[in-house]
C-alpha cells in the first residue's frame, strides 16, 4: 500500500504562494487518485482539490480555483499544491490523501480516500 508524506507548509503572509508536496512511498502513485484537503481548528476536513494520476484531470473546489493548483510529476512520484494569493482563511493542516483509480468523479468526500498522510500546518498572516 502507497505511504504519503507531506511537506512545504509554514507560515506566509496574506497574497503569498506556498507549494505543497506530497510524496508516495512503498509504492508509485501509478493506479491512485491523488486529493488535497483542508482542516482548519474546529471545522471539518474540506475537499480542495484532486487529480487523476494516469489522465492528469484535476478537479477543484469553488473557494480555491483559480488560486490553488494541483499537479504531478512522475518521474518524482509525487503530487504538488501550488497555493498563490492566500488568505487568512486558507489557514490550515493540509492533506494528501489517496484512492484506487475508478468509481465516480470527482472525488469530493473524505470518506473516499483509503490513504493519508500526517499533515502539514499553513498559516497565513493578514
Known amino acids: 500500500q502507497v505511504q504519503l508524506q507531506e511537506s512545504g507548509g509554514g507560515l506566509v503572509q496574506a497574497g503569498g504562494s506556498l507549494r505543497l508536496s506530497c510524496a508516495a512511498s512503498?509504492?508509485?502513485?501509478?493506479?491512485?487518485?491523488v486529493g488535497w484537503f483542508r482542516q482548519p481548528p474546529g471545522k471539518d476536513r474540506e475537499f480542495i482539490a484532486h487529480?487523476?494520476?494516469?489522465?492528469?484531470?484535476?478537479y477543484y473546489a469553488d473557494s480555491v480555483k483559480g488560486r490553488f493548483t494541483i499537479s504531478k510529476d512522475n518521474a518524482k512520484n509525487t503530487v504538488y499544491l501550488q497555493m498563490n494569493s492566500l488568505k487568512p482563511e486558507d489557514a490550515a493542516v493540509y492533506y494528501c490523501?489517496?484512492?484506487?483509480?475508478?468509481?465516480?468523479?470527482?472525488?469530493?468526500?473524505?470518506?473516499?480516500?483509503?490513504?493519508w498522510g500526517q499533515g502539514t500546518q499553513v498559516t497565513v498572516s493578514s
Open positions: 487529480i487523476t494520476w494516469s489522465a492528469g484531470t484535476t
Open positions: 490523501a489517496a484512492d484506487y483509480s475508478g468509481g465516480v468523479y470527482p472525488k469530493r468526500h473524505a470518506a473516499e480516500y483509503d490513504y
Open positions: 512503498r509504492r508509485s502513485f501509478s493506479g491512485y487518485d
